[in-house]
């Protein structure tokens, strides 16, 4: 049927190809880590900050042991807790409503748009309550929010705005990079994302030099002076060896960035199978595609087709968060908010990770034209 032959099973993510090729080079930064005894904080951590930072745009930026950590700490530094409300769409990872969850706070979630995929604008201001205190936006699968309808409705209604950058590290929006556009923005470092440390880790960035300098403290223990706590605090340090790790693949970034734009633009345009449908770009958004999410009526019939064709899907996500167990009390139910529950049944992610191989895009490509929805 198809005119490349791929010998091996094509994941959704594979890890091994870009560890392989960095190898010595991150074994070197870990050696001294391991011989400077760095392994938490320290200045391989306050130099990845410091790149970071740069590479954002943005003044600061402070290392955490992961991005849900971020979330959290994040919220807290905007003094949000209990009786407070937060703003968070319905369809994304977990993790952007854990933050709000562990202050105290209640996260209100918000259907996202049919095509974007993403918070639907038009439809935050009905949520808003005198008990709002901001709205956290989600650069989804890479590809950056509506920043200025975010922001425009943060600034008419007095609301704090947070980036949930944790899938889009080097997105751009109206070519600005992502990191600097709210309060604070989160990253994560989980492995899998398009930077994702040898380890576990996170990442806040801001302009705001008060945000950075309580977010020093509160992510150690509440103390600007050793054993010294002028607040409750946390242990969400960012380790050494994970810090020595991203300075490393920062470099690597943005060529592996540009590889995914590569596989996805081969992926737009070849793709041309009527029964597959992809995330709308506006033309003011620079996607990173961390993930490359597709939606078809008959998901389950393309899942095992492509299986069958030694291509693994991924599903992100199949459930949206206002559905999830862990957030039955709040009582939303299945009708609520119904973009965002088509695509949870419907959502598919094609292998996307820059060290696809071209033979590997152009096999993916053919055995998708090949579908038939029968
Ligand atoms: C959108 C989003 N927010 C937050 C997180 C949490 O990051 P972490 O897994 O590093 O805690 C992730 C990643 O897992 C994510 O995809």
Redesign the pocket.
Known sequence: MTTVAVQEKIPCLDLKGQHQQIKAEVFEAFEKVYESTAFSGGPFVEEFEKNFSAFCQTKFAVGVN??????HLAMLALGIGAGDEVIVPAN?????A??VTYTGATPVFVDCTPDTWEIDAAKIEEQITSRTKAIVG???YGQPFDVEALQGICNKYGLYLLE????AQGAKYKDIPVGGFGEMA?????P??NLGACG???CITTNNEAYYKHLLSLRNHGASVRYYHDEIGYNMRMGGLEGASLNVKLKYLPDWNNRRREIAKCYQQEITNPYIQMQAQPEWAESVY?LFVVTTENRDGLLSYLNEHNIIPGLHYPVPCHLQKAYAHLGYSEGAFPNAEYLASHCLSLPMYAELTDEEVRYVIEVVNAYSNA
Do not use: M, P
């Not at 992961?66 to 979330?71: C, D, I």
């Open positions: 992961n991005g849900t950590s971020a979330l994304t990872f977990i993790a952007t854990w933050g989600v650069h989804l949930d950058a944790a899938q989160c990253f994560s470092f989980y899998g994302k576990e880790a996170g961390h």
